[in-house]
């Protein structure tokens, strides 16, 4: 097996909850050594059932120990993982790195080459830097609230925590950049990401609209605000997307669909006509659409070309055999939960890839592990566990 192509990299987790985690985790899957950083009553948000789906699924490929950043000798301890370490993330709110003395300027006297990134609410400074960050609050700021469910429904969050997994890619991200520039300048530096930044530039070209054009989008549904047609269509037996926007696309619909006169007729023939006569045109289509099972339609339209699929459950995606094939759901062996499935990264690479090689740790599995790493004594580990530092 190949050397993980981070593994030369070490990492310490200071974060909770989402954001934060799943920045660390695109590190760990790749082969860092990840330390992640627990309260030793075990007070974490998520870590009182760290058996939870969510809580595996965060904190795999890591090692655990745990440290009370309250007291002094706990920042010592911190202070010395940090001389040896590349990558330090935190998502505390931006003034505790501060109160605790493990802010950047403070552990950039410890090691220059150190990369600390931080994930935040609204930002490190700004009007909002005290307020606390939860997804669904940037998901409403950031706009996109706005711009999902039917039109006219009233504004709604998306299914997935978006603005935290983006954030917390967005980190990583930055992290790498940050490793890659120290290659040149020898030096470390702040990586700092958003909720509300991430959101905003996930918005992406619904932003563009409004920034070029002045345009504020709307709901759109299932439609697809802007390639028409694109969208969700009842069949026999349930429901399928559809995404035949362009003159081309579109005619070979209307094929598939045993429909040359909707590609003729004058209401659809430009884009600019479909966009203005949409709601004709899908209950036009529906109309095809409900009279066949929807996996005669998707074999159909497949085989001319066009883009279509299922609408799946959770349950059918992983039933998928694209799905099964891509690797997607990786398997890992729990030493109370026995064999589960987590999920795996969305990248894959030639010579290298990623792996997951352990469970989440119990809390504190590592502790001993690695402060002896540290060159602390049995003596003096029993010695700070008393005094409840770790």
Request: hydrophobic content about 40%.
């Amino acid at each position: 097996m190949p050397r993980l192509p981070l593994a030369r990299f070490k990492v310490i987790d200071l974060t909770r909850v989402r954001a934060g985690p799943t920045a660390v985790r695109q590190l760990a899957d790749w082969g860092a050594d990840v330390i992640k950083v627990e309260n030793p009553e075990g007070t974490d948000a998520l870590a009182s059932d760290r058996d939870n789906p969510d809580f595996q699924n965060l904190h795999r490929n890591k090692r655990s120990i745990t440290l009370n950043l309250k007291t002094p000798e706990g920042v010592e301890i911190l202070k010395k993982l940090v001389r040896t370490a590349d990558v330090l993330v935190e998502n505390y709110r931006p003034d505790v790195k501060f109160r605790l003395g493990i802010d950047y300027a403070t552990l950039r006297e410890v090691n220059p080459r150190l990369v600390y990134a931080s994930i935040s609410g609204f930002g490190q400074d700004g009007p909002y830097r005290d307020r606390p960050g939860f997804d669904q609050i940037a998901q409403g700021m950031g706009g996109l609230m706005s711009i999902t469910g039917l039109p006219g429904q009233g504004p709604v969050r998306a299914g997935i925590p978006i603005a935290d997994l983006t954030a917390g890619i967005f980190a990583a991200q930055g992290i790498l950049i940050a490793l890659l520039e120290r290659e040149v300048s020898g030096e470390g530096q702040w990586v700092q990401s958003s909720l509300l930044a991430a959101q905003i530039a996930m918005l992406d070209f619904q932003a563009a609209r409004w920034l070029i054009g002045k345009e504020v989008p709307g709901q759109a549904g299932n439609n697809h605000p802007t390639s028409i047609p694109t969208g969700v269509f009842a069949t026999a037996d349930g429901h399928i997307n559809i995404a035949a926007s362009g003159q081309t696309m579109f005619r070979r619909l209307c094929e598939a669909l045993d429909a040359p006169e909707l590609a003729e007729n004058p209401a659809y023939k430009t884009d600019k006509d479909r966009s203005r006569n949409r709601d004709a045109l899908n209950a036009a289509i529906e109309a095809i659409t409900r009279t066949r099972a929807s996996a005669e339609w998707i074999k159909r339209l497949n085989e001319v070309g066009v883009p279509c699929g299922p609408i799946y459950r959770i349950d059918e995606v992983f039933a998928d055999p694209q799905v099964r094939h891509i690797g997607i759901a990786a398997p890992v062996t729990h030493p109370r939960l026995g064999r589960i499935e987590l999920v795996g990264q969305a990248i894959q690479m030639s010579r290298t890839n990623w792996e997951i090689r352990s469970a989440t740790p119990e809390l504190g599995e590592h502790t001993d592990m690695v402060l002896k790493e540290l060159g602390y004594g049995d003596s003096e580990i029993a010695d700070l566990r008393a005094r409840k530092i770790i």
